[in-house]
Structures are given as structure tokens and as C-alpha cells.
Nanobody
Framework: QVQLVESGGGLVQPGGSLRLSCTASRSIFSFRSMAWYRQAPGKERELVATITSGTRTDYADSVKGRFTISRDNAKNTMYLQMNSLKPEDTAVYYC??????????WGQGTQVTVSS
């Protein structure tokens, strides 16, 4: 079983930046995909960004040009760099790992609040 722990959330002003981290309890060198999701109060959980084992990335239209997903295999960590943050980005952000054996793991979430 893989444990995922998110960190880096917090309160930031509009236009500011945050970097979220998702650290796995074991190596993420072998995986199918990793992704960041977010869920705002009263809203459905939505996919924000995805990175595959081949490092291909995909982004939701709402965050293209502002967010960057990446990973560091040596640190067993995935990142979401968030720039030019907007109040609409306020949500709980979750990381997700899908292994090569198609097991699915979720982190506990980290709160991001964008407000002046």
C-alpha cells in the first residue's frame, strides 16, 4: 500500500504563488499516472493536471499557463506549481497515484485559499 501526503497549501493573495507537494511512501519511479485534483465547497471534484510515466502532461483549461505539474523520482514527490492564483482556485487539492498494476491511491488533501 502507498501513502500519499500533500503539503504546501495555505492562504495566498490573488496573483500570488504556491507550490504543492505530494510525497509517496515508496518509489514513484514505476507508475501509470499521477494527478492533482481539487474540490471547492459545493462543487464536484475536478481534474486539474496529470503527468504520466512518460512525463506527458495535461492541464484543465482553467489553469493552463498558470500551473505546472512535475515530479522528482529521487524524492518520491510530485509537485504542482501554481502561479497567478485567482480566488476561483480556492479548493482542497488532492494528489492521486495510479500504479502500473492499476491500484489507485489518494492523498488526504491540502487546503488552498486565495483571498485578499
Amino acid at each position: 500500500q502507498v501513502q500519499l501526503v500533500e503539503s504546501g497549501g495555505g492562504l495566498v493573495q490573488p496573483g500570488g504563488s504556491l507550490r504543492l507537494s505530494c510525497t509517496a511512501s515508496r518509489s514513484i519511479f514505476s507508475f501509470r499516472s499521477m494527478a492533482w485534483y481539487r474540490q471547492a465547497p459545493g462543487k464536484e471534484r475536478e481534474l486539474v493536471a496529470t503527468i504520466t510515466s512518460g512525463t506527458r502532461t495535461d492541464y484543465a483549461d482553467s489553469v493552463k499557463g498558470r500551473f505546472t505539474i512535475s515530479r522528482d523520482n529521487a524524492k518520491n514527490t510530485m509537485y504542482l506549481q501554481m502561479n497567478s492564483l485567482k480566488p476561483e482556485d480556492t479548493a482542497v487539492y488532492y494528489c492521486r497515484l495510479v500504479t502500473t498494476t492499476l491500484n489507485n491511491y489518494w492523498g488526504q488533501g491540502t487546503q488552498v485559499t486565495v483571498s485578499s
